[in-house]
């Protein structure tokens, strides 16, 4: 179907029949880990990790590779037996329960579709394996395949199929069996970039509509940012902060997770004090305040670090009495269409250490890309945030 067209109403009443049946039949289990540790030899790949994943809810395992993500998440599948700590669906200890017996379904990166079985077969390969009747296969096929719009395609090889198609064919896959929540590994890092757009959208609609919890790794902050209804962010085998991606994005609890996610422009400082609510930093450019300071306890003199989105920085004139005004050259800027993005030098009074940061301006005017150009930027104090160094 093209973009933009809207499926015929006989389509959206067989989704919708769809997924009410997926609903009735998959009732949503919440996932606990509890103090969960994974060791290879001398390395702690998973360090006492403890979450609660609500039922129903699309869940993000982010961070960078070797974090400890997609070792968690064979620990929840049944491929890896935790060291230490207790995993549960819903009610029930799968600590040590092997894979099949978890109710889980599983999508991995490479598809594992088989390549000589057709779109029907592979489907239905899991339900054959149960030894159900074949009146309940081929249902259960159709029922599966309508969900993730691939009915049409159900004769059809992989080698037939484009990488979302195949993709989704492994969804209706893992989603045939009635898991009681789906497992997702990096699913869409095999596509190209206008596929993985269009299948963020998919995968957010059919766990919806199949009503399932789910949990997602991934190292793509796109991804998680765009359909996470939560996200975890890991590093060395920890969780550094879990959110929702707003809260995430905007306020993140270190300096690790605001340059994980997204970019940001980070400065160090000194608290110099504190006045009508705002936090006052001293930092090599200036002096900076801030009204979105997680750390209210922190003493005058105390390090900080501050991060500042480039999004955030406005380049036009400032209102009179704007706070965070700041003077630079800007070096470079590359035209990116909707945005432009700018290479600042800031002026630092009495320091040979150059300081650049990045600003993007939105809806950007035609500018020439290798002049140099004075500049003068603002932040608004709800956008200087303040963390722990």
Known sequence: MARGVRPAAGTRRVASAVSSWYK???????????????RFGETRAVDAVSLRIEPGELFFLLGPSG????????????????????IRIGERDVTRLAPHVRDTGMVFQSYALWPH??????????????KLGREEIDRRVGQALELVRMADRARHKPNQLSG??????????????????LLLDEPLSNLDAKLRLEMR?????????????????????????????RLAVMESGQLRQLGTPREVYLRP??????????????????????AAGRMQIQTSVGQLESAASPLPSLPDGAPVVVSIRPEVIQFSAPPAGSLNVLHGLVHDSMYLGEVAQHQIQLAVPHDPVAVHW???????RIMARDRVEPARIWVAPEDVVVLSP
Not at 117 to 130: K, P, S
Not at 208 to 216: F, I, N
Not at 358 to 364: G, K
């Open 24 to 38: 009735a039949l998959a009732m949503a289990v919440s996932i606990h880990f509890e103090n969960v540790s994974k």
């Open 201 to 229: 959208g998919e995968i957010r609609r059919i766990c919806k509509e199949s009503g399932l919890t789910a949990l997602y790794v991934t190292h793509d902050q796109k991804e998680a940012l765009s359909i996470a209804d």
């Open 253 to 274: 609890a270190s300096r690790f997770v605001a340059t994980f996610i997204g970019e940001t422009n980070c400065l160090e400082g000194r608290v110099t004090g504190r």
């Open 164 to 181: 979302g198609q195949q993709q989704r064919v492994a969804l209706a896959r893992a989603l045939v069996i009635r898991p009681q929540c």
């Open 117 to 130: 079985l057709t779109v029907q077969q592979n489907v239905a390969f899991g339900l054959e394996m149960r």
């Open 67 to 86: 974090c400890g993500k997609t070792t968690l998440l064979r620990c929840l599948a049944g491929f890896y037996t935790p060291d230490e700590g207790a």
């Open 358 to 364: 990045i600003a993007i301006d939105l809806n950007p």
